[in-house]
């Protein structure tokens, strides 16, 4: 048998870490992983958040992001320790024998710069191929990938295209040079479900025709097995499971394994309504300023205390815009409002104390909601002065009282938000949002930036937490999975227009609308082929029509 093109051993990573008010000190985060890839071959790296998936996968490339060290092991590529090569060998290999694919394409290409000089940058500069071929490659992947108008969409700058288009375009970028292995790290968690079934299909197909070697990179087992071959599931540093991508999912051995498989794992009974609805939007359309067009269109819901509804839909759908006008943040040019029995303003400058109390609000990205300087005492008891006007000791009871509701507990009064971990930060956020002791808390995609094992304990506190306080839950989200998991009504949103309304067992009951039946279809499902088959399916579609 030929040599592996990736073989892995015993690899070691250090860092330096500055806790508060101590020494630097260092500490290993990566402990002697092991592991090999042949040619063609796919390896899902998968692990919670800080398992040192990622941290592994540039380590293949001799690379060590944000003061990250590789302190001991070895890395052979294509024969040769690379850890050993000299600097100008380690630039001669990334980008051309060894190619990345980030998780945000946005923040990764040159705004400044169009999309086809920086597709081919890498395969003319490492002198795989002249300019115009390298152009003539690229249009080939682009077709190949699935993006409109292959011989065009190069002309274009990154903000002329749609995420989805963007992260084929960066799919397109790592093999454009013909490299023997690509790292793709998180390529699909930013995207919505419809966009990451379209990207997944295109980055199977362009694996199994040009025969390159990858390692995916994920916290989504049910992704993962839709395009490896085999999978290492790591943990803190460790390899806690290695195997065949059918034993991993169907017979794991490990206990964490089992957890990540069984993950979603919550069942939530649908609530009838009860009493009068605490919030009601009737025909509400909106614009942004500076725009000569609608990005809501005459959309109508309700909410009644202690249910939650779950609105859902691909970015640009309008839920977040939705959020924005119940908030205040867009008054809307058409419709009314009515919160708790009242007609709410739509000017957020105009509400009133009690409306701002009673409608609170948890962003998705917990790290910048909260001031970094300021403790979790502080977070937390901000709305219990500026509501209740706490101070002193009632309000640092309090405070202990929510860190308990939030399952932290006490002990963590006085850290700062760089000592918690991510599920940490957003339990603060929810105990903030607590403390106002409001009727209905808005919950923008609260979970899609935490790895599953997290997002499935902070939903489980969100259910318990509503059965306690009977706070009503607006639920924006593109993760169908938490949607049958919590929602008791669901609103399907699709260019600023409801297109689907109702209580959660009709919503995803057929027959459905042709948007409905493209979400639900797109929820990836924790079998083997899976995703062939979908891909057959539109296939069939497609010739159909």
């Known amino acids: 048998m030929s040599a592996p093109l990736l073989e892995v051993r015993g690899l070691t990573i250090g860092a330096t870490i500055y806790p508060p008010g101590e020494r630097p000190r260092d500490i290993e985060i990566v402990h002697g992983v092991d592991f090999t890839l042949e040619k063609g071959k796919v390896l899902g790296l998968i692990g919670e958040s800080g398992a040192g998936k990622s941290t592994i996968g540039l380590a293949t490339m001799a690379y060590g992001r944000g003061g990250v060290r590789i302190t001991g092991g070895e890395v052979w590529v294509n024969g040769r320790d690379i850890l050993q090569a000299p600097p100008g060998e380690l630039r001669k290999l990334r980008g051309s024998e060894v190619t990345y694919v980030s998780q945000s394409a946005a923040a990764s290409f040159n705004p400044a710069k169009r999309i086809m000089d920086q597709v081919v940058e890498a395969a003319v500069r490492h002198g795989r191929f002249s300019r115009r071929a390298a152009e003539a490659r690229a249009v080939e992947l682009f077709r190949a990938l699935g993006l409109p108008e292959p011989e065009r969409i190069g002309s274009r700058y990154p903000h002329q295209v749609s995420g989805g288009q963007l992260q084929r375009c960066m799919t397109a970028l790592a093999l454009c040079p013909e490299p023997d292995l690509v790292v793709f ?13 379209d990207v997944l299909m295109a980055i199977k197909e362009a694996i199994r025709e040009t025969g390159v070697a990858a390692l995916y990179i994920t916290h989504d087992l049910a992704v993962v097995a839709q395009v490896s071959d085999d999978i290492m599931v790591l943990k803190m540093g460790e390899m806690v499971e290695y195997g065949p991508t059918e034993q991993i999912i169907t017979r794991p051995r490990e206990e964490y394994t089992r957890a990540l498989v069984s993950v979603r794992s919550i069942t939530h009974e649908e609530k009838p309504p009860a009493g009068a609805p605490v919030l009601k939007v009737e025909n509400i359309t909106a614009r942004y300023r500076g725009t000569g067009f609608d990005v809501l269109h005459d959309v109508s819901v309700a909410l ?31 419709g009314a409002i009515t919160f708790a029995g009242r007609a709410l303003s739509p000017e957020l400058a105009s509400r ?5 109390r009673e409608l609170q609000m948890i962003y998705q990205m917990a790290d910048t909601a909260m001031n ?46 760089a000592e918690l971990s991510g599920g940490q930060k957003q339990r603060v956020c929810i105990a903030r949002a607590l403390a106002a002791r409001p009727k209905l808390i808005i919950c923008d995609e609260v979970t899609s930036a935490l790895d599953p094992l997290v997002a499935d304990g902070i939903l489980k506190l969100l259910l318990d937490l509503q059965k306690r306080e009977d706070v009503a839950y607006l639920f924006i989200t593109h993760d169908l999975a938490t949607v049958k998991a919590i929602a008791d009504s669901i609103a399907v949103m699709y260019q ?24 639900l279809s797109s929820v990836p499902e924790m079998r083997l082929g899976w995703l062939e088959d979908v891909i057959a399916n539109r296939r069939m579609e497609s010739a159909g029509n």
């Open 496 to 519: 600023g227009r409801l297109v689907r309304y109702g209580p959660k067992s009709e919503v995803l009951a057929p027959p459905f609308d042709d948007y409905t039946d493209l979400l």
């Open 185 to 197: 790290d998180e390529p699909t968690t930013a995207l919505d479900v419809t966009t990451q079934i």
């Open 372 to 417: 970094p300087r300021q403790t979790v005492g502080t977070i937390i008891g901000r709305p219990l002065e500026f509501y209740f006007g706490l101070s002193g000791e009632e309000k640092r009871k309090r405070v202990k009282e929510l860190l308990d509701e939030i399952e932290m507990g006490e002990g963590f009064i006085d850290r700062y938000p």
């Open 304 to 334: 009644h205390p202690g249910q939650t509804l779950a609105v859902v839909g691909e970015s640009g759908s309008g839920k977040s815009t939705l959020a924005r006008v119940i908030t205040g943040l867009l008054p809307p040019r058409a």
């Open 352 to 356: 009133s104390r009690e409306d701002l």
